[in-house]
């Protein structure tokens, strides 16, 4: 089945407690995008990435580490998490490059992250 | 910049009445438009897209949307509403003006409760 897979899907941390959130896709798609989705803002896009060893900042980058070493993965890392960061994460992927934009993104079931 | 504007946090209707939820967006360019319905707990899901032609568009479960150039709309469509509909709705614009990654602005959504 085709699928974007984020881990853990709830996480409960201490201030400044350094943390990752996996994500993993089976559709061997190029370009891959974290967002942080609040009440009353949407989802903003935190980083981007299009393509291995290729990332990007987005609308909302301060306080996230992203790396893209292969393909299928693009792990959300916070080395220092703050309260302000309390929000639900989502991992999405799509094809890149011709036609993309005509693409759906593809969305993980979301990540509960709360710190305190 | 483009941006995207949902006027209406939360709309309630009675299961098998009309819906339409509005979108209204900006963007220097024809526009890719979307929209996206979350279930609680879950990712975001495609309901339907515009990117050229017929301005009327079809989508899933019964949706559809209109693209109004001179409105800078797109508003989304149901003849009647089921309960299962209960759902936060996005609109997202997108295009070949967005640079790298070809980014989607997401709306603030629209929390839609069906009454019984």
């Known amino acids: 089945e085709a699928q974007v897979t984020q881990n853990p899907r709830y996480l409960i941390t201490v201030t400044g407690k350094k943390l990752t959130v996996t994500c993993s896709q089976n559709m061997n798609h190029e370009y891959m995008s974290w967002y942080r989705q609040d009440p009353g803002l949407g989802l903003r896009q935190i980083y981007y990435s299009m393509n291995v060893e290729v990332t990007d900042k987005g609308d909302v980058p301060e306080g996230y580490k992203v790396s893209r070493k292969e393909k299928r993965n693009f792990p959300l890392i916070l080395e220092s998490p703050s309260p302000n960061q309390t929000s639900l994460y989502f991992c999405?992927?799509?094809?890149?490059?011709?036609?993309?934009?005509?693409?759906?993104?593809?969305f993980g079931n979301g990540t509960r992250l709360t710190v305190t | 910049a483009q941006s995207v504007t949902q006027p209406d946090i939360h709309i309630t209707v009675s299961e098998g009445a009309s819906l339409e939820l509005r979108c209204n967006y900006s963007?220097?360019?024809?526009?890719?438009l979307f929209w996206y319905v979350q279930s609680p707990g879950q990712g975001l899901q495609l309901l339907l897209k515009?990117?050229?032609?017929?301005?009327l568009v079809q989508g899933i479960k019964g949706f559809e949307a209109e693209f109004k150039r001179s409105q800078s709309s797109f508003n989304l469509r149901k003849p009647s509403v089921h309960w299962s509909d209960a759902a936060e709705y996005f609109c997202a614009v997108g295009g070949q003006l967005t640079g790298g990654g070809n980014k989607l602005t997401f709306g603030t959504g629209t929390q839609l409760k069906v009454e019984l």
């Open positions: 515009y990117f050229s032609g017929d301005t």
């Open positions: 999405a992927s799509r094809i890149q490059g011709r036609g993309a934009m005509n693409s759906p993104l593809h």
């Open positions: 963007y220097g360019a024809t526009p890719y």
